[in-house]
């Protein structure tokens, strides 16, 4: 097979979190009196990790120390609700289970907190899934390469026999960061013309277009 590694990026690639994340958000910033943002608006902030995406929204008057209190309110919330309307997108089991039985280690990076991340895996995505980080203690956030190498090296895989699956220009800087081939999918948080934009070299629309492209000899 052309890889021996698929390392998946979450939030719009696997899973559909969209719905927990912005009802969590506008109920944070409701809780304020401040503006509530449109979906377009709270899906474009999507992917560089959860305090951009709450501090995306909050007005810069607020104080910085008041700013992080509604941070945390935000990560409460989040934490409690991450599970209440996200699920995978169509296909995505079994995409995971035929790269299962193809040979391929399967691992799961992300910008999003690690106790929610964990929840989610292990809730759908746990009999597929070797090794899954998110934001955590020693790993900077993507674009910087550091998760992508960490789970690459805890799994025993060389770059070359690895690849990058994402929804958003975010994956894109992470895999050219990490030197790793990149596929994007456009049925996430970014269209096909925003990946093409971005420079996305690859770009697929179903996971059974992603299974083939993974299984097939170099």
Same mark, same amino acid.
């Given at each position: 097979?052309?890889?021996?590694?698929? *390392? #998946?990026?979450?939030?719009?690639?696997?899973?559909?979190?969209?719905?927990?994340?912005?009802?969590?958000?506008?109920?944070?910033?409701?809780?304020? /009196?401040?503006?509530?943002?449109?979906?377009?608006? *709270?899906?474009?902030?999507? /992917?560089?990790?959860?305090? =951009?995406?709450?501090?995306?929204?909050?007005?810069?008057?607020?104080?910085?120390? %008041?700013?992080?209190? *509604?941070?945390?309110? #935000?990560?409460?919330? =989040?934490?409690?609700?991450?599970?209440?309307?996200?699920?995978? =997108?169509?296909? *995505? &089991?079994?995409?995971?289970?035929?790269?299962?039985?193809?040979?391929?280690?399967?691992?799961?990076?992300?910008?999003?907190?690690?106790?929610?991340?964990?929840?989610?895996? %292990? %809730? #759908?995505?746990?009999p597929y899934i070797d090794l899954a980080t998110g934001e955590r203690d020693g790993l900077r956030l993507k674009p910087a390469a550091d998760g992508a190498e960490f789970l690459r090296r805890s799994l025993s895989v060389s770059t070359a026999d690895t690849v990058y699956i994402g929804d958003s220009e975010v994956d894109i800087k992470t895999a050219k960061n990490a030197g790793l081939d990149c596929i994007s999918v456009d049925w996430? #948080?970014?269209?096909?013309?925003?990946?093409?934009?971005?420079?996305?070299?690859? &770009?697929?629309?179903?996971?059974?277009?992603? =299974?083939?492209?993974?299984?097939?000899?170099?």
């Amino acid at each position: 097979m052309r890889y021996r590694l698929a *390392i #998946f990026d979450l939030d719009g690639t696997l899973i559909n979190s969209f719905d927990d994340l912005a009802d969590s958000l506008c109920c944070c910033l409701s809780a304020e /009196g401040f503006p509530l943002p449109s979906p377009e608006e *709270i899906r474009a902030h999507l /992917g560089n990790g959860l305090a =951009y995406l709450v501090h995306s929204f909050i007005p810069a008057a607020v104080p910085e120390t %008041r700013q992080d209190e *509604i941070f945390q309110k #935000f990560l409460a919330c =989040y934490e409690m609700h991450c599970a209440d309307k996200s699920a995978p =997108y169509p296909g *995505i &089991i079994s995409l995971l289970s035929r790269l299962k039985e193809a040979g391929l280690k399967l691992a799961v990076h992300s910008n999003k907190k690690d106790a929610p991340l964990q929840m989610l895996c %292990r %809730r #759908f995505l746990a009999p597929y899934i070797d090794l899954a980080t998110g934001e955590r203690d020693g790993l900077r956030l993507k674009p910087a390469a550091d998760g992508a190498e960490f789970l690459r090296r805890s799994l025993s895989v060389s770059t070359a026999d690895t690849v990058y699956i994402g929804d958003s220009e975010v994956d894109i800087k992470t895999a050219k960061n990490a030197g790793l081939d990149c596929i994007s999918v456009d049925w996430g #948080f970014r269209s096909h013309a925003q990946l093409v934009q971005s420079g996305a070299s690859r &770009i697929v629309s179903s996971p059974e277009e992603l =299974y083939r492209i993974l299984t097939m000899n170099s």
